[in-house]
């Protein structure tokens, strides 16, 4: 399966090492020491997982992930974010910014290696699918349809697009500012409670035939796909 992993990170001790390992599992391995030559190379190719120290010359790991955050052809791209800071408060911030993951330095190797196999597993297949499915809703990304335990449900245009952008990555929080620029893209310039009276709607919509709500409202941050769901009614 030779995923393609692209390493950023400024240490090059720690380059060297991710790289001698990544590729030791069988990955094809690239790496830079900037943020903003990163954000070229994703250009280039896109990798399968992205491995991000989060203080980098040029622009920061968190910058960086919040910009590929709100572009939609690689909003759902894996982040792990590595980083030196382990206080609570950074690990929240530097997953409400978007990284899938989260590791702390120094890590170990193998733990590290488990988390990008873990992220590869999950991330594949909506990459590719056509229909999203979790728990009790089927989401079909061709002929724009929902269906929940089997009913099909009416949403609007915006709500669909809310949904489909939260369901393929769950257990990601965005914040609403996310939101806007990926479900309304980045040069709509919309009040952010826009977002909430969206996601009422769409809660509205979903719960119809259920009282189980897979989305997530994270007081202070912003709003998930629940990655409980499947497992809730699944
Ligand atoms: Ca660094």
Not at 16 to 42: H, M, P
Not at 66 to 73: M, Y
Not at 196 to 201: A, E, K, P, Y
Request: charged letters at 30%.
């Amino acid at each position: 399966m030779n995923a393609y992993i692209l390493i950023v990170e400024d240490e090059e001790a720690l380059t060297t090492l991710l790289r001698y390992n990544l590729e030791a599992e069988g990955f094809t391995v690239d790496a830079v020491a900037r943020g903003d030559e990163a954000e070229l190379r994703i250009q280039e190719q896109m990798p399968d997982v992205l491995l991000l120290d989060w203080m980098l010359p040029g622009i920061s790991g968190i910058e960086l992930c919040r910009r590929l955050r709100a572009r939609p052809e690689t909003h759902a791209l894996p982040v792990i974010m590595l980083t030196a800071r382990g206080e609570e408060g950074d690990r929240v911030r530097g997953l409400a910014t978007g990284a899938d993951d989260y590791v702390v330095k120094p890590f170990s190797v193998p733990e590290l290696l488990a988390r990008v196999r873990a992220l590869l597993r999950r991330a594949k297949p909506s990459h590719v699918s056509d229909f999203l499915v979790a728990g009790d809703l089927e989401l079909d990304r061709v002929s724009h349809r929902i269906k929940r335990s089997g009913i099909e449900l009416h949403l609007g245009p915006t709500e669909f697009k809310l949904l489909e952008f939260l369901m393929l990555t769950p257990g990601r929080v965005y914040s609403r500012e996310q939101l806007l620029d990926g479900v309304w893209g980045r040069d709509v310039y919309i009040d952010e409670r826009t977002v909430d009276v969206h996601v009422g709607r769409l809660r509205k919509a979903l719960n119809v035939t259920s009282a189980c709500d897979p989305i997530r409202t994270v007081r202070g941050s912003g709003y998930s796909f629940d990655e409980t769901f499947y497992q809730a009614v699944g």
